[in-house]
T-cell receptor, first 114, second 112 residues
Framework: NAGVTQTPKFRVLKTGQSMTLLCAQDMNHEYMYWYRQDPGMGLRLIHYSVGEGTTAKGEVPDGYNVSRLKKQNFLLGLESAAPSQTSVYFC?????????????FGQGTRLTVV | SQKIEQNSEALNIQEGKTATLTCNYTNYSPAYLQWYRQDPGRGPVFLLLIRENEKEKRKERLKVTFDTTLKQSLFHITASQPADSATYLCALPSLGNTPLVFGKGTRLSVIA
């Protein structure tokens, strides 16, 4: 009964380094999302996907790339990390359809860029 | 784009009282609105969903109202307990029904 799993939970990067955050869900959800959460800013959408092979930009996409090669996985990449990308990153998923459905969140990845 | 305002950043109440949190939105009226709870160091957890044609929704000690005229939702926790202390987020679908846009949250502290 894993739900949404994020890897890693914590990471420290040096400015300019790259990394990939992995999100995996076992609920067969079509929609997946990456949010970042900063103090005083709330949750902001970075990128999202409405199905395997699709991605779309959210509110704050600059500096990030994503891929959804498999339905259950949604990867978030930072090509050249900057201190402004220090944040807590949350992945979420929800089921298909225009019917309102809840979003399930992972436990978060705390990223520090020094 | 949709803008969401939650009435206050922090709210302190005495145990046993009713906590009332407010969520106001601008622009278009969504088909539904959701409330989530977030504990420190954890991801948000879904609590309740209310649709535009529903005035009120209840779940145990929780009650949510949705006023599309006022563009406002109220979230009530009755007989509050210290275990209810957390940050509560309201969320609406962006235009086209997905994905969710979140408010900044209200941090509730229930004092024994």
């Amino acid at each position: 009964n894993a739900g949404v799993t994020q890897t890693p939970k914590f990471r420290v990067l040096k400015t300019g380094q790259s990394m990939t955050l992995l999100c995996a869900q076992d609920m067969n959800h079509e929609y997946m999302y990456w949010y970042r959460q900063d103090p005083g800013m709330g949750l902001r959408l970075i990128h999202y996907s409405v199905g395997e092979g699709t991605t779309a930009k959210g509110e704050v996409p600059d500096g990030y790339n994503v891929s959804r090669l498999k339905k259950q996985n949604f990867l978030l990449g930072l090509e050249s990390a900057a201190p402004s990308q220090t944040s807590v990153y949350f992945c979420a998923s929800s089921s298909l359809g225009r019917a309102a459905t809840e979003a399930f969140f992972g436990q978060g990845t705390r990223l520090t860029v020094v | 784009s949709q803008k969401i305002e939650q009435n206050s950043e922090a709210l302190n109440i005495q145990e046993g009282k009713t906590a009332t949190l407010t969520c106001n939105y601008t622009n278009y009226s969504p088909a539904y609105l959701q409330w989530y709870r977030q504990d420190p160091g954890r991801g948000p957890v879904f609590l309740l969903l209310i649709r535009e044609n529903e005035k009120e929704k209840r779940k145990e000690r929780l009650k949510v109202t949705f006023d599309t005229t006022l563009k406002q939702s109220l979230f009530h926790i009755t007989a509050s307990q210290p275990a209810d202390s957390a940050t509560y987020l309201c969320a609406l679908p962006s235009l086209g029904n997905t994905p969710l846009v979140f408010g900044k949250g209200t941090r509730l502290s229930v004092i024994a």
